[in-house]
């Protein structure tokens, strides 16, 4: 199998490596194409670069479409004029907001298409992603997308009316949660702990929270109960967070969030 990468930036370059570094495909297997020298030299020397966005589709079976959403069009444009072997030609798209039926309708059947949304921690192997696939893909297709984004991370096949949810929540997430430890590690910079060792402090809790739940497979609210003792300091903290509207503003993050997601993908 002969892979292409459109777009090397920081998740193409994340997606391709740990893709590489799983054994899902080997560096030879690899062809990649992007305008910026810089993008391109952040992969490994193994792989092999081609001076064109047509050199690419003419040579590969799989595309992994890392480009911005307003470059997809031109690049789906190529591949219906340039593509000679549409049954062997799979199209993983990360980009936000463009939907299957605008790419499929695009290719015209000249590539088979899965939509697929990462998230920025794949770029230390602990992504989220979800994808969703077109009406022409395959079993196989379907596999190889989940091995791929299950490499820097975890991953779910959704039905794509989710994937403005998945976006709202793993794909912006992330966000909320640098604003929580950088919070946590300014309530304790008020309480006097140095700055340094508050954001340590802060880290690492969150961190280990959240290894708590994925490896006890308990739901939080039990993990939250077993450190919350009758009139102790976590209640008091937690009553806190209540007069703060702590659950509902994370919940109307995640709403506003998709809500934003579904415009983009009607512009």
């Known amino acids: 199998m002969v892979i292409g990468v459109v777009g090397c930036g920081k998740m193409g370059s994340a997606l391709t490596m740990g893709a590489i570094q799983a054994g899902v495909f080997a560096p030879a297997e690899v062809r990649a194409y992007d305008p910026s020298p810089q ?16 050199e690419l589709i003419a040579q590969v079976e799989v595309i992994l479409l890392c480009v911005k959403p307003q470059d997809v069009i031109e690049v789906l444009k190529e591949v219906k004029e340039k593509n000679e072997h549409s049954e062997k030609l799979l199209i ?14 695009i290719v015209d ?15 230390v192997g602990k992504g989220a992603a979800a994808y969703s696939p077109g009406a022409l893909a395959t ?12 490499s820097v991370g975890i991953a779910c096949e959704v039905k794509e009316s989710l994937l403005d949810a998945v976006t709202g929540t793993s ?20 309480q006097g702990i140095p700055r340094e060792q508050a954001l340590q402090l802060a880290t690492q809790t969150v961190l ?5 739940v994925s490896e006890t497979g308990e739901h939080p609210a039990i993990l939250r109960d077993r450190v919350t003792s009758p009139g ?14 702590f659950r509902s503003s994370i919940i109307k993050a995640v709403e506003a969030a998709t809500k934003r997601s579904q415009e983009l993908g009607k512009n």
């Not at 079993?139 to 299950?150: G, I, M, T």
């Not at 997430?173 to 309530?187: K, N, S």
């Open 139 to 150: 079993e196989q297709d379907r596999a190889f997308a989940h091995r791929l984004l299950s």
């Open 109 to 123: 059947g000249t590539a088979r298409i899965i939509r697929a949304m990462p998230n920025t921690p794949a770029l």
């Open 208 to 212: 280990g929270a959240a290894t708590m």
């Open 232 to 245: 102790g300091t976590t209640i008091a903290g937690l009553a806190a967070l209540e007069k703060g509207a």
């Open 171 to 190: 794909g912006s997430g992330p966000a909320y949660v640098y604003t929580l430890i950088e919070a946590l590690a300014d309530g304790a910079l008020l």
């Open 92 to 105: 993983l798209s990360i980009a936000a907001g463009v939907s299957l039926d605008t790419m499929e309708g």
């Open 39 to 54: 993008a391109i030299a952040s992969l490994a020397p193994e792989i092999t670069v081609v001076a064109s966005l047509q």
